[in-house]
């Protein structure tokens, strides 16, 4: 990146970061991102105008990231993707799961690795195995909840899955706001359908969409890698059974965003995709220091929360 340096940018940066204001912080990156991108925009048709006649091939990506790295065990990704089908009602509390050769054939590992992760649902209270009847599906409550802020591997992957949605409340404004003039009829259609259906989060399905659309492969990667860790199912397990009503109060400000996009008010969409974010995170996080992870309380919401008078 070519650019000159501006020692006034950089203290109105550090200043508003000192300021706690998220609002002015991101405001603040903003101005000096542009600020990077009228000047590498000059270079760039300076260099133009000079080789214009000269074969400039396409640009190739070569970003990757892992946000799983250092935690993908099979066992951990196939009892998160379990907690995801119970939270989703595939998997009904107080009925069994398939026995544990039918999970390795559909999971495609062995046996061994099954018994892994159904003892990590075992310890986290989303099942209970029992020798001669097999895996019985749970969700935990309020109790199993605090005793796992107990368990490191359970407090490490909540606050991941906490700074997560921390990172995505940030970065989904521009992503909507880049992508909202490609967003077909057909595909509102889709987000239109999940809305009013149990077990269902339009939410998730129109962050799938806005990546998909995404064409800047480095941020798609970062936004792919980022979903990753957005277990929807531990977010519904926790709400269906400890947060009351807050299912439907997100729906509420994910149906606010899809109706500000078929009135084509992008600004309004973007925002709040990005309020979706910060009151998931902050519903999620005050609950969690409730319990025993004071560790979340140093995650900031990015964008306040407005009241819930909305359609």
Not at 125 to 140: C, D, M, Y
Not at 170 to 191: E, F, L, N, S, Y
Not at 210 to 238: D, M, S, V
Not at 263 to 276: H, K, M, Q, W
Request: aromatic share 12%; with cysteine.
């Amino acid at each position: 990146m070519l650019f000159k340096y501006d020692p006034e940018t950089f203290r109105l940066l550090l200043a508003a970061l000192q300021s706690n204001d998220y609002q002015l912080v991101n405001k603040r990156f903003n101005d000096m991102y542009l600020s990077f991108s009228v000047s590498d925009n000059k270079y760039i048709r300076k260099v133009y105008k000079k080789y214009q006649q000269a074969e400039i091939p396409e640009p190739v990506y070569d970003y990757n990231w892992s946000a799983e790295k250092g935690r993908d065990h099979y066992y951990t990704q196939i009892a998160r993707d379990l907690i995801d089908k119970i939270a989703a009602s595939i998997y009904e509390p107080g009925t069994l799961l398939p026995y544990e050769a039918v999970l390795a054939r559909n999971y495609k590992v062995s046996i061994s690795t099954i018994r892994k992760s159904l003892a990590l649902l075992n310890e986290i209270g989303f099942a209970e195995t029992i020798n001669t009847k097999g895996t019985i599906v749970r969700l935990p409550p309020t109790f199993i909840t605090a005793n796992c802020m107990q368990n490191e591997r359970y407090k490490k992957d909540t606050l991941i899955y906490l700074s997560a949605l921390q990172l995505m409340s940030v970065i989904i404004k521009p992503v909507a706001v880049a992508a909202a003039g490609r967003i077909d009829p057909q595909t509102q259609k889709a987000w239109r359908s999940e809305f009013g259906q149990p077990g269902k989060v339009p939410l998730a399905l129109i962050v799938n969409s806005l990546i998909e659309l995404t064409e800047l492969q480095p941020l798609r990667a970062i936004l792919q890698e980022t979903n990753k860790l957005l277990h929807w199912g531990y977010y519904l397990a926790f709400h269906r059974q400890n947060l009351a009503g807050t299912t439907d109060t997100l729906c509420k400000y994910t149906w606010q965003a899809y109706l500000y996009l078929e009135a084509r008010d992008i600004e309004g969409f973007s925002t709040y995709l990005a309020i979706c974010f910060s009151y998931i995170l902050e519903t999620i996080r005050d609950f969690i220091i409730q319990h025993g992870l004071q560790e979340a309380a140093k995650l900031a919401t990015p964008y306040k929360i407005p009241d819930l008078n909305i359609k």
